[in-house]
């Protein structure tokens, strides 16, 4: 199939050609008719599957047929949600490279950044805006944003959406719109609470699923390492040095230690740079640059900062922490081996994280492969640390003690 049998118009196959893409992807061959029909959607997928193109293209395709209807100045007509900073920026380069030959204005909003060029945007009038949550609520209270004209509504990334903690802002945001209007809803996976959520917002939706939510690309070899935690970024400098070259995405599971494992590689000779939730917009923003024209190779990331961000061409993925939900692993994964190409992924699996891996193989039904070849080992016999209190038994009865002789001493008086 080619884009030209989806029934597009000339302008967006123009700027579909010189983009470089020829063929429609699964997702997009299998969502764009039903969104062109004007229904509901719900859409599952993992990342790389060109989930931004099919709600973007039929939203072009539709917004440009009725821009010659008379109108007194431009209305926002397509509100696009998104979780993350980093993918409403991407969201809105799509839009751009694809109606670069429409007359149609699309703008993205986001918090982190000053409020005052967004604001100035928005009063020149827009048909299309990408949105996080957060800032679009802020601008809306200022009286500069209006969604009554609203025709098509895109959630985008549901479930990470839902694991941020933007549940009532969504369902704020979509009672903020008409009631008869076109819901579009994409999502790496459909978790009951993304299921929840769909019942309510979405009329009679038609279900998409493309490659199973629980599967890795078979272009992926994977690598399973079993090591103390305390070796980890021994084992990592290892690997940097004699097995894992080109681009590489590290994923940690908290800001602290990306932090810290960024500046261990930093002192050991290496182009990292890092991204995070307490980091900048504009510090985020270049180090996605940066690593995309390979300034730097190796990006130190958490999951939340990553997902969703666009990059072509990388390598390997290392997870440095091993996830504790499954299907993060199943993301994280999906960032290599993108388009045919091949790629590899490295996991790091301490004794207090094998509780996980269990579930992780579970999940994508297949055996991880163990390297036992390397310089820091786990002991097979090594059980996760139980944490104790820190208080000592004879500390409490020492206080219970002194507690009495207290009451005492009251008694006396």
């Known amino acids: 199939m080619s884009f030209k049998d989806l029934q597009l118009n000339k302008p967006l196959l123009r700027a579909i050609a010189e983009s470089g893409y020829e063929e429609p992807t699964l997702v997009q061959e299998n969502t764009i008719p039903f969104v062109l029909d004007k229904k509901d959607v719900i859409t599952s997928a993992q990342t790389g599957t060109g989930k931004t193109a099919a709600f973007a293209l039929p939203i072009l395709q539709m ?3 009725y821009q010659d209807a008379p109108k007194k100045g431009k209305k926002i007509k397509a509100l696009v949600v998104s979780p993350t900073r980093e993918l409403a920026v991407q969201i809105a380069a799509n839009f751009k490279t694809y109606g670069k030959y429409t007359n149609l204005k699309s703008a993205v909003v986001f918090g982190g950044t000053s409020i005052e060029p967004q604001k100035d945007i928005l009063k020149k009038g827009v048909d299309i ?3 996080t949550p957060g800032r679009l609520l ?3 209270k200022q009286d500069l944003i209006h969604l009554d004209f609203i025709d098509i509504f895109v959630l985008d990334e549901a479930d990470l959406m839902l694991d941020m903690g933007f549940i009532d802002d969504v369902k704020k945001i979509e009672r903020l719109c008409p009631e008869t209007k076109q819901t579009l809803l994409f999502s790496a996976t459909i978790p ?3 299921e929840q959520l769909a019942n309510t917002i ?10 199973p939510n629980a599967s890795t690309s078979k272009n992926v070899n994977q690598a399973l390492y079993y090591v103390p935690k305390k070796n980890k970024i021994e084992l990592c400098l290892h690997l940097l040095r004699n097995t894992i070259k080109g681009s590489i995405i590290i994923f940690r599971r908290t800001k602290f230690g990306v932090d810290k494992l960024e500046k261990t590689l930093l002192n050991n000779g290496y182009l990292v740079d890092s991204i995070h939730g307490d980091k900048t917009q504009s510090e985020r923003q270049k180090a ?3 690593f995309k024209r390979k300034k730097v190779n190796i990006l130190v990331a958490t999951d939340v900062a990553a997902r969703g961000i666009d990059i072509d061409n990388l390598d390997a993925v290392i997870n440095f922490d091993m996830p504790n939900v499954p299907e993060t692993f199943v993301h994280r994964i999906g960032r290599t081996a993108r388009a045919g190409n091949k790629g590899a992924a490295y996991s790091f699996c301490s004794a207090d994280e094998k509780r996980y891996v269990k579930s992780i193989q579970q999940l994508i039904n297949l055996q991880l492969d163990v390297i036992d070849d390397h310089p820091y080992p786990l002991d097979p016999k090594a059980k996760a640390i139980v944490h ?9 009865k020492k206080g219970r003690k002194s507690e009495a002789s207290k009451k005492k001493k009251k008694r006396w008086y």
Request: net charge neutral.
């Open 63 to 65: 917004l440009f047929d």
């Open 129 to 131: 805006l990408i949105a």
């Open 138 to 140: 802020d601008l809306h």
């Open 192 to 194: 009951y609470k993304v």
């Open 202 to 211: 979405l009329n009679d939706p038609e279900r998409i699923e493309v490659a």
């Open 288 to 290: 996605l640059v940066d």
């Open 388 to 396: 104790k209190s820190k208080t000592p038994k004879s500390k409490h």
